[in-house]
């Protein structure tokens, strides 16, 4: 069996690692420079800034496993146990960021990134050969016995027009909000409180994260998130306007602190507004299998739920 995965984020290298678990050939096809998805990293000069996941929870079982491995090995602590109060919920954070744990849990697969797919369509061939194709946009191809799709659903809806599968309808529907965030490394402390991250202290701002209380950067530099209504409002903008007015509403949490170097990072589909309520969707036929953090999501746990599930739906 050869399966082709479209999307390098946490769930489709779970499902990979699963997959190769199971003796199946595996390749992973991803757009990016590098395995991650939302688990994104970046680095400026000495600091180190999450940028997409600032944290994760466990609520499961089938996590708790996977988290408690990444914890005996170092990867993993606990940030904190809620910010303003303590909800007995720990937050995990990744100690090398975030971006860490994808490069980790791709080590032995076949991974092939700046790849990125067009579109996924039937073979014309005899009974025993592969399914599927997975056309790239250089007009290579992948076959495939089967394919994951983990990419966000508006993507997968398009990769998918020529598959000749009926897709849900409420399914491709699914909107995202947006979010546009912050990166800004200072000359000093970040006058964000303890624990070091604050959420939606006002309507145009979701998170604040001081990525040196985290543990995560060895200087001061902060992350923040813009609201989701704010983020639409000015995702048009140019971008030197857009630092200017992101600047500005991270004023109370630079403090007396000089910024450094700042950017901007924009995440077009950073939340399903309407998750959809298993953690996959499987094709009639069995062999294309939908996947991502809009499956019983958004969080990092759904992701890394939806993965083990996509692969448990094609080898049992």
Known sequence: MRVVIVGAGLSGLVAANRLVEADVDVVVVDK???????????????????????????RTPAFQRQVDEWVDRGLVTVWANGFGSDDGHPRYVAVDGMNSLAKDLAVGLDVRCSTMAFTIRPTDADVGTPAWQVVIDDGSTWAGDAVIVTTPLPQAFALLVDSGIDLDESMIRTDYDRTIALLATLDGRASVPAPGGIQQPNPD???????????????????????????????????????????????????????????????????????WPEPCWVAPGGTVVLAGDAFDGPRVEAAHNSGLAAAHALVG
């Open 32 to 58: 990016g420079r590098s395995p991650g998805g939302r688990l994104a990293t970046r680095r400026i000069g000495d600091a180190t800034l999450d940028h997409g996941a600032q944290f994760f929870t466990v």
């Open 205 to 275: 701002v979701g998170f604040v994260a001081d990525n040196h209380a985290k543990g995560v950067s060895a200087t001061p530099a902060i992350t923040m998130h813009a609201s989701a209504t704010w983020s639409e409002q000015h995702w048009d903008d140019e971008l030197d306007e857009l630092l200017v007015q992101l600047l500005e509403l991270a004023r109370p949490w630079t403090g007396s602190a000089e910024v450094v170097e700042a950017q901007v990072k924009k995440w077009r589909f950073a939340t399903p507004r309407s998750p």
